[in-house]
């Protein structure tokens, strides 16, 4: 118990520090290169926090678990928007610009419907993987393309690091991508042996403490670039993770090996394109997330578990 508890608290310190370090690093990048918080977080944190699912969905399917790659992309959108975002605005309210709104919500509409449909009859093939590769590079290009006049101010920004040079920041990015996924392993095992020793079950075990953990990483910088007043990047990072799950995760895992899903898998398709619309429509109504709206995704999040729980979905 008591090593469970310490890695409890290691997960938790390397997840608070690496979130600071990643937001402070990607800040500095978009200030340098006159790219907006934003793409950023759509970018370089939704690539990074994405890199736990790409490995579970890669080696779930050369393990002939199709149903693992696709629900572990699926569970972790649904649970990025209803709880990574509902928890996000409700302690932070968070805002966007109109214009940057109607310029970033097509490409993750384009992939949340995208997935609904290759996915809907049961199977993701070589072509539909590489149809994924394609858009996904696409998307890389035009977002890292944009050039914008940054008026970003750091909050909070540790001295330590302070005058460092650009290729400093990269490995401050890097190095602290690695202690949000490091974190988070180590606070979900210990969660799960203590759970386990309380004779939990392993399936509430794993829709609860492991799709919590594989959540973290956007959880903590969301946090972190709400503190700080980049609301637009805690959005960015929701928007661009969802965006990686699908046309990277999925692009890569179906490159390389063919999906053939037996689970009936409809219900969780609608249910991750119908509350990535409803973020879409709570964002436009005030450009942005109020403290309600975050109420409203996490009781969206905490149904569908009750659902799954009792089987009705």
Known sequence: MLSDITQIAIGLVCLYFGAEYL?????????????????IGATVIGF????????????????GAPELALGNVIGSNIANVGLVLGLTAFMVPLSIKEKR?????????????LILGLAWD??????????????LILYLG???????????????????????????????????????IFGAERLVQGAVHIAKGMGISE?????????????LPEIFSSLIAAKRGHGEMAIGNVFGSNIFNILMVLGATTSIRP????????????????????LI?????????????????LTCYVVYLSLKGTGVT
């Open 122 to 135: 049961f199977h993701l093939g070589r072509v539909e993987g590489l149809i994924m590769a394609a858009l």
């Open 281 to 297: 429509i709570l964002i436009r109504l005030n450009n942005g997330l109020s403290k309600r709206d975050g109420l409203i995704l």
């Open 101 to 113: 709104l109607k310029d970033e919500t097509p490409p993750l509409l384009i992939a949340t419907f």
């Open 142 to 180: 035009i977002s890292l393309s944009k050039k914008e006049d940054s008026e970003v101010e750091l909050k909070d920004e540790s001295s330590l690091f302070a005058g460092r040079t650009m290729g400093f920041q990269v490995i401050l990015i890097v190095v602290s991508l690695g202690l949000l």
């Open 48 to 63: 990074g926090t994405s890199s736990p699912e790409l490995a579970v969905s890669v080696l779930a399917a050369l393990r």
């Open 203 to 215: 399936w509430f075990i794993g829709i609860s403490l492991v799709a919590l953990g594989t959540s």
């Open 259 to 278: 999906l053939n899903i037996v689970e009936n898998i409809h219900s969780d398709l609608l249910i991750t394109t119908g509350l990535t619309c409803l």
């Open 23 to 39: 937001v402070t690093g990607c800040v500095r990048v978009a200030k340098v290169f006159r790219i907006s918080p934003f793409i």
